[in-house]
């Protein structure tokens, strides 16, 4: 019995640490692209990005209970490696905290709005997350740990109710529009929706090194979120139209989410409201679980005590950059989670397990208990992936796989 508990609170884990706010992303994203190239992307993202996790697993099992990926990647790669992996670490936190800084302030002035009548400056919209759910993080671990108990809660709920309302209204003749071209812009955002790379480590020592038992947790725990995008896909693609006011081609030039083109939508007041509740609770429960790791990985890194002076010190670092850049670009939102999956997600979790187990395996000829199947063969393809990946990103940012100026020209034709 205490096996099957373990197996199902690490697939939770899994799951829970995969499902985030970068979700809400994906029907923006992929829209131009199409349900059917979507999926695809989709579940060739599910099998490379698992198998780099089994590449984390197998590194990790090298090493001692207790260890981080920061020294995985020093024991394996050295110093350069270390601080390499340091910067990009840093990078993908401050990246993700600035999204779901910039994704909650649609949401609180629609709820603002909708309460009082009163329409919030775009520049005050950032703010209720920081003073409100700021806090928890201002206060600790424990604080961030009940609130967010309550907020998954919340999440799994409206994800529930939205489902089973909005499935009726799904229009089949809008999940049949495809265009593979248009894929190269979604790649990075997509890569954010599949990363849980970082509790492997955790997980390993929670189930207490059972090789048989974590392949189980990492194959199933993964599977789980790789079925949630494909039905929120379902709904999303099916019900938002690409092009119009509201549609996803002017979403993803205006930086708004899925859910929130879906509020604005529905004329059914509480499936609107139901919408933006479920995408309040999929940015808070991210932006906790991200920023108490920022906070704690500025805390170490620049050895500042926890005491009052020293959280407010914290709170100031880890929020100042994310809320410069939120108020500086309007469509923070999709920006920072293309960044943060091009060159924080595929290069921390896709890259560097690679060269890791490279490393490991064919230099300091490491040997464990577990050994990833696929030989050179299966580690040179994830590297020529992961490379693929920054090198779209870095196109896509220089306007030459679909640029705004294009989508507007579309968009004006229809």
Do not use: C
Request: aromatic share 12%; glycine share 10%; proline share 4%.
């Amino acid at each position: 019995m205490n096996d099957i508990h373990r197996l199902i609170g690490g697939v939770l884990l899994v799951a829970g640490t995969t499902i985030g706010a970068g979700m809400l992303a994906l029907p923006v994203a992929t829209g131009l692209a199409g349900f059917v190239p979507s999926i695809v992307l989709f579940i060739g993202y599910w099998l490379y990005m698992t198998f780099t996790a089994f590449l984390m697993l197998e590194v990790n099992l090298w090493m001692g209970e207790q260890t981080n990926l920061i020294t995985m990647a020093r024991q394996t790669l050295g110093k350069g490696g270390q601080i390499l992996s340091w910067i990009v670490y840093l990078f993908l936190l401050y990246s993700l905290t600035t999204a779901y800084i910039a994704g909650s302030g649609p949401i609180f002035i629609d709820f603002i709005y909708s309460l009082t009548g009163w329409q919030m400056p775009v520049w005050a919209s950032p703010f209720p997350l920081l003073l409100i759910f700021g806090f928890f993080v201002y206060k600790g671990a424990r604080s961030v740990d009940y609130a967010n108990r309550l907020l998954m809660l919340g999440l799994v709920i409206t994800y529930i109710l939205m489902v089973g309302f909005l499935m009726p209204d799904v229009q089949m003749d809008l999940l049949q529009q495809a265009n593979w071209a248009a894929l190269g812009i979604a790649v990075s955002i997509v890569s954010t929706s599949f990363g849980f790379h970082i509790i492997i480590p955790t997980l390993t020592d929670y189930l207490h090194r059972d090789v048989r038992q974590i392949r189980q947790v990492i194959w199933i725990g993964s599977l789980v979120p790789l079925l949630v995008y494909i039905s929120w896909e379902l709904i999303a693609l099916g019900i938002v139209p690409l092009y119009g006011e509201n549609g996803l081609v002017a979403g993803y030039q205006k930086g708004l989410d899925g859910a929130t083109l879906l509020s604005h939508l529905l004329g059914r007041s509480e499936l609107s409201l139901l919408a933006r509740f479920f995408s309040l609770f999929a940015i808070v429960t991210s932006f906790l679980g991200v920023s108490l790791s920022l906070r704690d990985f500025l805390a170490d890194g620049l050895n500042i005590q926890k005491t009052r002076k020293g959280r407010l010190i914290l709170y100031l670092l880890s929020f100042a950059p994310p809320l410069l850049l939120t108020l500086i670009d309007p469509r923070a939102f999709l920006n920072a989670l293309e960044y943060a999956g091009a060159f924080g997600v595929v290069t921390l979790l896709g890259l560097f397990p690679v060269l890791m187990v490279w490393r490991g395996r064919y230099i300091q000829h490491r040997l464990s208990s577990f050994k990833v199947p696929g030989g050179k063969l299966a580690l040179g393809l994830a590297f020529v992936v992961s490379l693929t990946v920054i090198t779209l990103e870095v196109v896509n940012k220089g306007g030459w796989i679909v640029n705004k100026p294009h989508l507007e020209t579309v968009h004006n034709r229809k």
